[in-house]
């Protein structure tokens, strides 16, 4: 009588060729086979994502989802109405450039903590992403308000607070005004290594002033301060495209303004993504496929 085997073991037949010394040998018809005693592997379930999930900013619907849709357009247009870029929102660590244009264009979700950030510098109420996805509507009255954690600096003491920055940053912006008129003819060879730091300069004070009017009160001397910072940084930018041997962010800067087109047009019209154009305009490095793809759209439009 054979033995009886455990109820959670099963015979597996491997071929003679690779029978090992402890494998029993049964010959049937003069052929040799040969039996392992093993166990069952246990099933693998597969692993949903989760919101609570704690890589990286998004999650991938696996297509496009209409209320993913929904979701990220109604965020775009809010992050529009209060003049937020989204290179300032990669800048404050909210969220990264590609995980934002791929959920404000319903190709991704972003996870729970994402949200609850996005949220928040966008005003909205706790919640309100995963209800937009839903099909409800967005509670205007309360999306208007600041967020609850702030309310109870808006007041006397914020506006003090958001003057003293705008202050800050005229003073910084009149000494780049000041560097600006120093500079040499814009076709002096010098021109663009001399530029590159004040630009820099304008880039980072642009992004304290955004950030700025999410913490406290949007003054008038804020607002002021704000566009001084952008009118002097598209000033430098339109006259650097003009320089021998300019570089790729000074060219299409000046190209996309003259053209009329929004970020989000001029990465469509070279076929390259948003963040794309948003790095290359700060002077990032960016893939040679890339560079190539914006040096022809340039070309197109000039």
């Not at 301060?225 to 060219?251: C, I, K, N, S, W």
């Amino acid at each position: 009588m054979p033995r009886q085997l455990p109820r959670q073991l099963c015979w597996l037949c491997v071929a003679a060729t690779h029978r090992t010394r402890s494998s029993p040998v049964i010959r049937d018809g003069g052929k040799a086979l040969t039996f392992e005693i093993v166990r069952p592997p246990k099933p693998v379930e597969p692993r949903e994502p989760n919101d609570s999930d704690e890589q990286g900013d998004i999650i991938a619907t696996g297509g496009l989802d209409p209320g993913v849709v929904r979701a990220g357009a109604a965020a775009a247009a809010r992050r529009r109405e209060l003049d937020i870029s989204q290179r300032s929102l990669a800048a404050d660590g909210i969220i990264n450039a590609g995980a934002l244009i791929a959920f404000e264009k319903g190709r991704s979700w972003p996870r729970e903590r994402t949200r609850a950030k996005l949220e928040e510098v966008l005003q909205w109420p706790t919640g309100t992403i995963a209800r937009v996805r839903r099909g409800e509507p967005i509670d205007e009255a309360a999306a208007s308000a600041p967020p609850a954690e702030h309310a109870e600096t808006d007041g006397p003491e914020s506006d003090g607070a958001a003057s003293l920055i705008a202050q800050a940053i005229v003073a910084a912006v009149d000494g780049c005004s000041l560097a600006i008129a120093a500079l040499p003819p814009a076709g002096d060879p010098e021109f663009i290594e001399r530029a590159a730091p004040i630009l820099a300069d304008l880039r980072q004070l642009e992004a304290i002033a955004v950030r700025a009017t999410r913490i406290s009160q949007i003054t008038p001397e804020l607002i002021k301060a704000l566009g001084a910072v952008r009118r002097h940084r598209d000033e430098l930018m339109t006259l650097g495209a003009g320089a021998p041997d300019a570089p790729l962010a000074q060219r299409l800067y000046a190209a996309r303004r003259r053209a009329n087109l929004s970020a989000e047009e001029t990465a469509r019209a070279a076929g390259v993504t948003e963040e794309m154009v948003v790095r290359a305009e700060a002077d990032e490095t960016l893939p040679a496929g890339v560079s190539d793809a914006l040096e022809t759209l340039i070309g197109h439009i000039n």
